[in-house]
């Protein structure tokens, strides 16, 4: 397997050695939420990690189910929600792999990607498109995070891995997935890199 696998993420959650962890739920899910973008309906959380999103979006009337690879990440959201008296639906699985009892109306996809290394892209496109119903939205937050080895020499450098948003338009192609026209909003991240909000339509 390229990339990072589930030892290497389950020992991260057990040195707690999440920089990527905000401490509370993404600020634009709860722009998209407060505006209305997003509505209670059922929606997957992928790479759920701590669970701040996947307990916000219980909280706000949501059916969630939040998978994470690592089962130090899943017991992390267990814990979270057992807390606050949510409930949610938590698996422990690799997300390219995984496929839901039928398909859901949203995916909030923030960390699993860019975990991900790229050779595994096109394998996890095709998931989120199965999850997904047509007409269903993906509500993606795109990791901008290049590297000077990437840009000069074209090294695969990560995790995170850079989601070059050009890039991303080749992987979300226009036969499955409906884009936005930029500008994109842009939200500062712990780790020093920030993502690109954008909600992808499936066809």
């Keep these: 397997m390229h990339g990072p696998d589930a030892a290497f993420w389950q020992e991260r959650f057990e040195r707690g050695d999440t920089p990527w962890d905000r401490g509370g739920p993404s600020p634009q899910l709860l722009a998209w939420i ?105 509500f993606a937050m795109i990791a901008q995070r290049p590297r000077a080895g990437s840009v000069e020499e074209g090294l695969i450098e990560g995790p995170p891995y850079h989601c070059d948003i050009n890039a991303m338009r080749m992987l979300f192609e226009d036969t499955r997935w409906s884009w936005p026209s930029p500008p994109y909003p842009r939200s500062s991240h712990p780790n020093g890199m920030h993502e690109f909000g954008l909600v992808i339509e499936r066809r």
């Design 34 to 138: 407060d505006s209305g973008r997003l509505a209670p309906c059922r929606i997957i959380v992928p790479g759920c990690g701590s669970g701040w999103e996947v307990a916000e979006l219980a909280r706000r009337g949501f059916g969630v189910t939040g998978i994470d690879l690592a089962p130090a990440a899943c017991d992390r959201t267990r814990s979270l929600l057992a807390a606050h008296g949510l409930h949610a639906r938590i698996e422990q699985a690799d997300a390219i792999d995984w496929r839901p009892s039928a398909p859901v109306d949203a995916v909030f996809e923030q960390t699993c990607l860019c975990a991900m290394h790229p050779s595994h892209w096109r394998r996890y496109e095709a998931s989120l498109a199965a999850w997904t119903r047509p007409g269903g939205s993906l």
